[in-house]
Structures are given as C-alpha cells and as structure tokens.
C-alpha cells in the first residue's frame, strides 16, 4: 500500500494569513496515462463527514473557494489557503488513488 | 440533490457481523459515471477506505479487511449494503457511505464527492 503522510500534524494561524500544509506519498502518484497526479484534498470539520476540495492535486471542486488551492507532483503535495477563515477551522485529509485508497492522518487548522 | 444515508445496528457484539445499508436517493445509482464505497474512521482518528461497488456488482476491498468484507448493491431499490464479519472492537467506527467518480484513468481507484452524514458503530458485548 502507498503511505501517506502529513505535515504539520496540526497548525494555528491568524485570520486572513496564509495556511500551508504538506502531504508526502511512499511512492509516485504521477498516473503516466494522463500526466495527472492522483491526489485528493478534504476538510472534515467536527460531526460532519468530509468534503472534497481539491483532485488531481490541483483541480478545486465546484463551489470550492478560490483561497483553496493545491501543487505538487509526484509524491509531495500541498493544500495551501491563501487566507484564512474562520470556516475553514477544521482537519484536513490528503488522499491518493493512484492504487489501494489510502488517506493521510490529517492536519488540524485552528485559529491563532 | 444527491443524499446519502447509511442505516443498521449501533452496537453489534463481538463476532458477530456489521450489516449497514446506504440509501441513496437524488441520483440512480446504476450510473456509469461512479462507484460507490464505504469508508470508516474510529472515533478521533483517520480515514479508512473498505471497499467500492459499481452498479453491475463488480467490487473492491481493502486488502486488509478483504477476508471479512462483502459490499453488495441493490439497483432496484437504490441501495448499496456493507457485511463486515467477525468483528472485534477495532471495528467501532464511524462508517460513512460515499460517491466515487468513475474517472476511466484510474477506475474504481477514485475519489469520493458525495458522503452521508455517517453512522457510529460500536461493537462491545
């Protein structure tokens, strides 16, 4: 199986800065047919299930805000918000599909 | 509006099988365009994919539930259920039913966009 890892395991920024996480892959996501990378980002705030944010490591799903975005290629990822909300206090999932799904452990955003 | 709802027993004992149903309504679930899967995450932990159906009943486990695992789908009543057997404790969890994107590149290995709300299991005797 891919392991995924995520840094930081949690992280407190202030309103309106910016938010970095990072998500590390055991091994390639590159999918050669289609050059695409095959990483997913969710936010999962307490009682609720997860929301997809981001695919193929870069493409926002609809109705996603614009301060969401995701880079990267290969096997290290990041889930950036470019300024931070009060409503985007909440944990944060990287996901491959590359093979077997497997999702990172997660990194908590709260608010400085 | 795609809705999701997963149902069955909060509390099963050790040993014994988890059975849960999702209900989806808003969208056939004999589509192409999707798989549909179970994912679990034990109270304050992670997430763990169990396996995905696509309508025409061909399945995928996670290699390490695949023993115990059985997902199967009921296209008449819009319906997709999850068997996990011989459960022990390691098993309580939320268990959430989702709605993979048939991508063609990557298939059944997929992301999820839709989620029910989930429902907690507990398995204790």
């Known amino acids: 199986d891919i392991v995924m890892t995520q840094s930081p395991d949690s992280l407190a920024v202030s309103l309106g800065e910016r938010a970095t996480i990072n998500c590390r892959s055991s091994?390639?996501?590159?999918?050669?047919?289609?050059?695409?990378?095959?990483l997913a980002w969710y936010q999962q705030k307490p009682g609720q299930p997860p929301k997809l944010l981001i695919y193929?490591?870069?493409t926002r799903e609809s109705g996603v805000p614009d301060r969401f975005s995701g880079s990267g290629s290969g096997t290290d990822f990041t889930l950036t918000i470019s300024s931070l909300q009060a409503e985007d206090v909440a944990v944060y999932y990287c996901?491959?599909?590359?093979?077997?799904?497997?999702f990172g452990p997660g990194t908590k955003v709260d608010i400085k | 509006q795609l809705q999701m709802k997963e149902s069955g027993p909060g509390l099963v004992k050790p040993s014994e099988t988890l059975s849960l149903t999702c209900t989806v309504s808003?969208?056939?679930?004999?589509?192409?365009?999707?798989?549909w899967g179970w994912i679990r995450q034990p109270p304050g932990k992670g997430l763990e994919w169990i396996g995905s159906?696509?309508?025409?009943?061909?399945?995928y486990y996670n290699p390490s539930l695949k023993s115990r695992v059985t997902i199967s789908v009921d296209t008449s009543k819009n319906q997709f259920s999850l068997k996990l057997n011989s459960v022990t404790a390691a098993d309580t969890a939320v268990y959430y039913c989702?709605?993979?994107?048939?991508?063609?590149?990557?298939?059944?290995?997929?992301?999820?966009?839709?989620w029910g709300q989930g429902t907690l299991v507990t398995v204790s005797s």
């Open positions: 159906i696509f309508y025409s009943g061909s399945s």
């Open positions: 808003g969208d056939s679930i004999s589509s192409s365009d999707y798989y």
């Open positions: 989702a709605r993979g994107i048939n991508m063609a590149a990557t298939g059944h290995q997929t992301l999820f966009d839709y």
């Open positions: 996901q491959q599909y590359y093979n077997t799904l497997t």
């Open positions: 193929w490591a870069s």
């Open positions: 091994q390639s996501l590159l999918f050669r047919s289609n050059n695409k990378n095959c």
